[in-house]
C-alpha cells in the first residue's frame, strides 16, 4: 500500500480564516513533507519532518504552521492567508528523506 | 544553470508511439532519480525510482540513467490516451530531504 491520503479535496477561506490541512499515512514511512504547487509549476517544498521533527524550513511565512502529532499524520494550519497563497498543496512521505516520495492527491486551496 | 532540466513541451504523439522524455542535471551528487506522472489538479504519482546508471524497466516504462553525462530518460512504448498527463524528473538533493524537480513536459496522446 502506497496510498497518503488528504483532508479536505477543495478548501476557500477568506483572509481571516484559520483553517487546518491533513494528511495521513500508514506505510511506516518515517519522514514526511509539505509542498506547495502553482500552476503549470513543478511543487516547491515547504516543510520536512523527519522522525516527527522539523528538520527543514524552506523560509515559509509564519502564516503556515505545521504540525506533526505522531509519525502517521501530518497538519498544515492555516492563518491569515494571501489570495497568492491559493494553491495546490501536497503531502508526501517516504521511508528516509533521500528515498522515493509518495504523494498524496492533494488539497485545492482558495484565498478569497 | 539550474540544477535540473526538463524540456516543458508540450509534446504531442498520436497513440500506439514510442515517448521519449529526457532531463539533465547539473549536481553529481545527486544519487537517486524519479519520474512522476501528474494529471491535471491531482497529485504527482511515482512511476520509476532508480539509483544506479543503466536501464530500469516495469511495463511500458523504461528509465535510464546515465551518470556520466549526467542525463536520464523515461521511455513510453504503445502510448495510450490514458498517459496524457506531465511528467515530472526529480532528485532529491543530499540527505536533506529538498526534492530539486524539472519544469515537467506536458504529453498528450491522441487516439
Known amino acids: 500500500d502506497t496510498e497518503v491520503t488528504q483532508t479536505p479535496k477543495h478548501l476557500v477561506m477568506g483572509m481571516t480564516n484559520k483553517k487546518s490541512l491533513k494528511c495521513e499515512q500508514h506505510m511506516g514511512h518515517r519522514a514526511m513533507y509539505w509542498y506547495k504547487q502553482k500552476a503549470k509549476k513543478p511543487p516547491e517544498l515547504m516543510f520536512v519532518y523527519s522522525y516527527e521533527k522539523l528538520s527543514i524550513n524552506e523560509s515559509v511565512p509564519s502564516r503556515f504552521s505545521p504540525e506533526c502529532p505522531n509519525s502517521s499524520l501530518l497538519n498544515l494550519h492555516l492563518h491569515a492567508l494571501q489570495p497568492e497563497d491559493s494553491a495546490l498543496y501536497l503531502c508526501?512521505?517516504?521511508?528516509?528523506?533521500?528515498?522515493?516520495?509518495?504523494f498524496g492527491p492533494g488539497t485545492r486551496l482558495t484565498v478569497l | 544553470q539550474k540544477e535540473v532540466e526538463q524540456d516543458p513541451g508540450p509534446l504531442s504523439v498520436p497513440e500506439g508511439a514510442i515517448v521519449s522524455l529526457n532531463c539533465t542535471y547539473s549536481n553529481s551528487a545527486f544519487q537517486y532519480f524519479m519520474w512522476y506522472r501528474q494529471y491535471s489538479r491531482k497529485g504527482p504519482e511515482l512511476l520509476m525510482y532508480t539509483y544506479s546508471s543503466g536501464n530500469k524497466e516495469d511495463g511500458r516504462f523504461t528509465a535510464q540513467v546515465d551518470k556520466s553525462s549526467k542525463y536520464i530518460s523515461l521511455f513510453i512504448r504503445d502510448s495510450q490516451p490514458s498517459d496524457s498527463a506531465t511528467y515530472l524528473c526529480?532528485?532529491?538533493?543530499?540527505?536533506?530531504?529538498?526534492?530539486?524537480f524539472g519544469k515537467g513536459t506536458k504529453l498528450s496522446v491522441k487516439p
Open positions: 508526501a512521505s517516504s521511508q528516509a528523506k533521500e528515498t522515493a516520495q509518495y
Open positions: 526529480a532528485m532529491p538533493k543530499g540527505s536533506q530531504g529538498n526534492l530539486i
